[in-house]
Nanobody
Framework: QVQLVESGGGLVQAGGSLRLSCAAS????????MGWFRQAPGKEREFVAA????????NYADSVKGRFTISRDGAKNTLYLQMNSLKPADTAVYYC???????????????????WGQGTQVTVSS
């Protein structure tokens, strides 16, 4: 069993920053890519950012480019999302996801990921 556990969410004012973490535990998996997705109330889950594990290729949604930074720590088997200049529109539950099948692409598609965390709430007040 593979578990992904997100942390770092919370309530922040517009313009503020948060750093999300996603730690993988359980059965050892070979991770080829990981990503962050989010889902706001009444909306579908959407892509935020992704990274390939070995080479660090990144991909970002247009809505977060220049504000969010995805990174990973291989030694700690942990994924991060640094979120700056937060806006009320960023309010959502944020999920991390991991892909165990071989890829060189930091996919934007949820169906390309094999494991998901339970999510962490991010609320940005105006």
């Amino acid at each position: 069993q593979v578990q992904l556990v997100e942390s770092g969410g919370g309530l922040v004012q517009a313009g503020g920053s948060l750093r999300l973490s996603c730690a993988a535990s359980g059965r050892t998996i070979r991770t080829y890519a990981m990503g962050w997705f989010r889902q706001a109330p009444g909306k579908e889950r959407e892509f935020v950012a992704a990274i390939t594990w070995s080479l660090g290729y990144t991909n970002y949604a247009d809505s977060v480019k220049g504000r969010f930074t995805i990174s990973r720590d291989g030694a700690k088997n942990t994924l991060y999302l640094q979120m700056n200049s937060l806006k009320p529109a960023d309010t959502a539950v944020y999920y991390c996801a991991a892909r165990e099948t071989r890829t060189i692409v930091a996919s934007t598609q949820a169906h390309d990921y094999d494991y998901w965390g339970q999510g962490t709430q991010v609320t940005v007040s105006s």
